[in-house]
């Protein structure tokens, strides 16, 4: 099935905005994407009609806002194909998954002269929280190097995946290059020797179908906000047998069975892990967004993401003076980080909003991969599913006059 | 709405940078930077003994609003003293500037006037 892409257009009400007088041309989706109705509704619908805290409540309200809650759990574990709802945990986001996992897992499980193979196309949050860990516990990082065309140097694996290893954590897409990666086979390969691994799906599970078992992956982390769902809500998917034997992480209310003043029993999954009130509406909302992108569908959207992109490449890469970072089309999502003549990408990012088109530009939360690149920062426009190659087309035509105010020859 | 700070004024301040360079010996140096886009701004000034300033110069690598606040104010502080530079504000430099910036935008524009205050800090209280 093909995107109806007005249709979609017109679910996502940010889109009539004006900016400095001409219509908005979204393209900053990696960062944070835009909210369909269906999800502003059902937030708004749980506000106003079916709002309590949830669990523990016996009264009509907090039965019906726990109802839902659940509910969004459920829809999630089944869009990315988990055995179980236990097997989801909500979190604030990505972020909080993956430090979940090395505050918990991590701990247990890594020490002195063990390694974490990473990769260098990393985002921040998926490299700190284990340079934290190693430090703690005397283990080692070490990095899956990238091409100079941005994919990950598949032939260097086996070398680095030795007895070593105990963890491999690992970006299903680059949020700079765009690469996706072949985390099925990095699966295969880092289980091979007994290594657990961590799959960042942060900008993968918005724009990709996602099936966890298909993969293998021990852990999966990803962001409601980046899937047409709220801020404040994420989740860490963890193989059910991982998660029991893991310590909790942070202690509360919720996530015990029972407290005596000295010791404590903790809950079931998942809400062992899930101490305190959690985002309750975000939840809802999270629920919602993907019931939206079910209802379009996975395949679709990846899709016209793909055709999107491909055409904003192609579009682009005739600019003299563009350098586009990462692999062809057929290899990438919907991220296109460029530099373009030596235009600084605060002032391109600067004249692009001016006609009203949003970009993003500094190091994307990934200096190591820039510092590779032999970069500092650059300019980066994302496409999700409600993009057109009309706007790609101006943006096109913005970079042209961004090079024209500032008299820089290609 | 708002204006584009992409003026004549100011394109022309960093397409012809003024004071674009470096001091043999300066008596003042200081360094901003901006570790989210690589940004540097290194400020030079030679005091003469009534400890005011008679030269400067600037270098480093920026963005537009960032390379043309440094060249303005490597031309505005001719002729003050410790006590006028220590006396510059946030708002002065802006005020240099005469344009309208964003949040974002205005921590580039402060870098110069970062990289003064730095030199300021660094000079032995005599
Ligand atoms: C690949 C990747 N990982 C992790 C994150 C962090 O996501 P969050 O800020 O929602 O925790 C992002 C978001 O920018 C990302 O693109």
Known sequence: MKLDIERVRADFPILLRQIHDKPLIFLDSAASSQKPLPVLQAMEAAYRQCYANVHRGVYTLSEEATCSYEAARDKVASFINARAREEVIFTRNTTEAINLVAYTWGRANIGPGDRILLTEMEHHSNIVPWQVLAQERGAELVYLPVTDDGRLQM????????????????????????????????????????????????????????????????????????????????????????????????????????????????????????AGTPAIVEGIGLGAAVDYLEGLGMEAVAAHERETVAYALERLAALPGMRILGPPAEARGG????????????????????????????????????????????????????????????LAEALEKAARILGKAG | MA????????????????????????????????????????????????????????????????????????????????????????????????????????????????????????????
């Open chain 2, 3 to 126: 204006q584009s700070p992409y003026r004549e004024r100011i394109l022309d301040h960093y397409r012809n940078p003024r004071h674009r360079g470096r001091l043999e010996g300066p008596d003042l140096v200081g360094e901003a930077d901006n570790p989210v886009c690589g940004d540097r701004v290194r400020l030079e000034l030679r005091l003469d003994e009534a400890e005011q300033v008679v030269e400067a110069a600037f270098g480093g690598d920026g963005c537009v609003i960032s390379m043309a606040a440094a060249s303005m104010l490597a031309e505005q502080v001719h002729g003050l003293n410790l006590e006028e530079l220590r006396g510059l504000t946030e708002k002065d430099m802006l005020a240099m500037l005469g344009v309208e910036l964003g949040r974002a935008r205005t921590q580039c524009a402060l870098m110069p006037l970062r990289a003064l205050q730095a030199a300021l800090k660094a000079l032995p209280t005599r």
């Open chain 1, 155 to 274: 032939d260097r694996l086996d070398d680095l995946l030795d007895e070593r290893v105990k963890l491999v954590a690992v970006t299903m897409m680059s949020n700079v290059l765009g690469t996706i990666t072949p985390v099925r086979e990095i699966v295969r390969r880092a289980h091979a020797i007994g290594a657990v691994v961590l799959v960042d799906g942060a900008q993968g599970v918005p724009h990709l179908p996602v099936d966890v078992q298909d993969i293998g992956c021990d852990f999966l982390a990803f962001s409601g906000h980046k899937m047409c769902g709220p801020s404040g809500i994420g989740v860490l998917y963890g193989r059910e047998a991982l998660l029991e034997g893991m310590p909790p992480f942070l202690g509360g209310g919720d996530m015990i069975r029972r407290v005596e003043l000295h010791r404590s029993t903790w809950n079931d999954l998942p809400w062992k892990f899930e």
């Open chain 1, 335 to 394: 991220v296109v980080a460029f530099t373009f003549r030596d235009i600084h990408p605060h002032d391109l990012a600067h004249l692009l909003d001016l006609e009203g088109i949003a970009v993003r530009a500094g190091h994307h939360c990934a200096q190591p991969l820039h510092k590779r690149l032999g970069l500092v920062a650059t300019t980066r426009a994302s496409f999700y599913l409600y993009n057109t190659p009309q706007e790609a087309d101006r």
